[in-house]
């Protein structure tokens, strides 16, 4: 089945009771797991084919509804991805509390439980609605991957498929997938650190140029394609191989490894992606304005979110944020109008680069609007940190919306329903991480000697970094970011008229973010999709997603049960 085609799933109801119940209960089981799983890992494994699979097991296996259909699973998998991606925003908070250690705010920010909800459950909110207008054009008119969304429908598809059709055909090569997948981390798991990344040499490993084992990036590299596997591998190139040399002989980074190159090149990554996102949105406004209209029309309202919704939501969310906003850190009212509206940009870029490669940058873009910030605001750390917070927040709820939305296009599912529930569910993450969150600091304590995520040491960092004003920021950085923005217009230019030849903008500057170690088997993904479209082609179409799409789900939902017993105490 081709991701772009809607198939006629078996009819039945979309929100029950049961549906709504169960996607409560996994909703706060995610919610409540993730803080531990993002902030002991670093980043945020797939929780859309988690949330599915919780789903199906609690409609299907537990409560044997024989009549559950693939909708009812698609609602419970909404609500679990909208929790899922509020509990992200825990980086955040960690990113807080690294600061207070180093008495970078003077007098310590210490938030309290119904402090995070009300910051959280609000910016999350206004996320899920901005985000409402944009599905037609991104999901509909661009037909953008958003394989996490692809590998949720593909896994519901085939786990409904499995209980009236037994295992064959799709079905089996997506089980055997996740199987091997799964198999393959818990395997790693045991035999860490042997056998994780495998480094060329000493050298390398110093720039993170290695091969991390991992079939969930070989599967996205499976589904997102060459095209945009090729533009991520020559961003890498210039990143991680070509860069550094020629960055440490002109003085403008002090030695040559990963963390010092990262601060340097995120400036004319974090350019390509932004100017080629909103060039890309400007080149199509005909079609934006188009988008905009028809959702006023009656003839979509029944499956449509009503758009005047969408603006008295949004309008009224924005007051509650500044409220709480001066209430809890006491940011001027105006700082918060103005880190609302940047959002817009922040996640318009997001959802593209998202739909594209299926990497949401949010750390680059919100470390962009720490710099942002640090001119509006000089010297301000809390105003920078709750700034860029709050624009992240709302990119990461609207990348999760919109990978519900790419799965209910291919299960048939209703727009404005999967909006209700995503808004329904993001204050159940929020509770959730207010209350979590300080038992995990309390517990395991956060910084170098406890839970220590990259984003939010990078985040806390580059903070304290800009205290000193723009000139600390490294050498030469604001010239290769007009260089990445004027790239990333010409890319797009070009890709308007000759097409797919030319390599996205948006897959180039995430491949020059992303370590090399991390990109490379996602690469080796895309070279196979190539390779097997040519040798096999009726193979690769009936078999390349549901295969993508196991190697996602196995790995993703092993991970995360790995991590909800590690916070039970079990060694793993």
């Not at 990344?197 to 394609?225: C, E, H, K, P």
């Not at 959002?343 to 873009?365: D, H, Q």
């Not at 609207?398 to 799965?407: D, G, I, R, V, Y």
């Not at 308007?496 to 996205?504: A, R």
Request: glycine share 10%; with cysteine.
């Amino acid at each position: 089945m081709h991701q772009d085609q809607t198939p006629q799933m078996p009819g039945g109801p979309e929100l029950t009771w049961r549906a709504a119940c169960i996607g409560m209960v996994v909703a706060t089981v995610i919610g409540m797991a993730y803080p531990y799983v993002v902030l002991k890992l670093g980043f945020g494994p797939n929780i859309s084919v988690v949330s599915a699979f919780f789903g199906f097991i609690a409609l299907v296996l537990i409560l044997r509804a024989t009549d559950a259909n693939p909708r009812e699973t698609n609602i419970i998998q909404a609500m679990g991805t909208s929790a899922g991606q509020t509990a992200f925003m825990c980086v955040l908070l960690a990113a807080f509390d690294m600061l207070n250690q180093k008495g970078v705010f003077g007098k310590p920010i210490l938030l309290s439980e119904w402090q995070i909800f009300f910051w959280l459950c609000s910016a999350s909110l206004l996320g899920v609605l901005l985000a409402v207008p944009m599905r037609h054009h991104y999901i509909d008119q661009e037909n953008l991957t958003y394989a996490d969304g692809v590998a949720s429908a593909e896994t519901i598809i085939a786990l409904h498929a499995s209980t009236e059709k037994g295992f064959g055909g799709p079905t089996a090569t997506l089980g055997l997938g996740a199987l091997a997948s799964g198999a393959l981390l818990a395997v790693l798991s045991i035999l860490k650190p042997f056998a994780e990344i495998f480094y060329f040499s000493a050298g390398t490993q110093m720039m993170r140029i290695g091969f991390n084992w991992s079939l969930l990036s070989f599967g996205s590299g499976l589904l997102v394609g060459w095209r945009i596997c090729l533009a991520m591998a020559i961003g890498m190139v210039i990143s991680w191989f070509i860069l550094p040399t020629y960055l440490v002989s002109h003085g403008m980074i002090p030695v040559q490894n990963f963390k010092e190159t990262l601060r340097w090149v995120m400036w004319p990554a974090t350019g390509l992606m932004v100017a080629g996102g909103l060039m890309s949105l400007c080149l199509k406004w005909r079609l934006i304005v188009k988008t905009f209209s028809t959702l006023h029309g009656t003839a979509v309202s029944d499956r449509e979110f009503p758009m005047s919704w969408v603006a008295v939501g949004s309008v009224l969310l924005a007051v509650l944020l500044c409220f709480v906003q001066k209430q809890i850190l006491d940011i001027p009212y105006w700082v918060t109008f103005i880190a609302i509206i940047l959002s817009l940009p922040l996640m318009l870029v997001g959802l593209r680069v998202l739909g594209e490669t299926n990497w949401g940058p949010i750390s680059a873009m919100s470390n962009m609007m720490q710099a942002i910030f640090a001119v509006i605001s000089p010297g301000h750390v809390p105003i920078n940190m709750a700034s860029s917070g709050l624009t992240g927040t709302i990119a990461v709820q609207s990348e999760a919306l919109m990978q519900t939305f790419k799965t209910g296009k291919m299960l048939g599912s209703n727009n404005r329903t999967l909006t209700y529930v995503q808004l329904l569910a993001a204050p159940v993450g929020a509770a959730a991480t207010a209350i979590i969150y300080p038992i995990l600091r309390a517990k395991y304590g956060i910084g170098d000697n406890g839970l220590s995520s990259p984003i939010s040491v990078k985040w806390a960092g580059f903070a304290e970094l800009l205290t000193r004003g723009l000139d600390a920021l490294p050498p030469g950085c604001l010239i290769g970011l007009l260089v990445g923005v004027s790239l990333g217009i010409l890319l797009t230019l070009l890709a308007e008229k000759f097409g797919e030849v030319v390599p996205s903008s948006a897959a180039l500057g995430i491949g020059m973010l992303i370590p090399a170690d991390v990109l490379m088997p996602f690469i080796l993904g895309g070279a196979a999709q190539a390779i097997w479209a040519k040798k096999a082609a009726t193979a690769e179409a009936k078999h390349r997603i549901p295969l993508a799409s196991g190697f996602i789900a196995g790995e993703a939902i092993v991970a995360v049960i790995f991590s909800i017993l590690a916070a039970m105490g079990v060694k793993i």
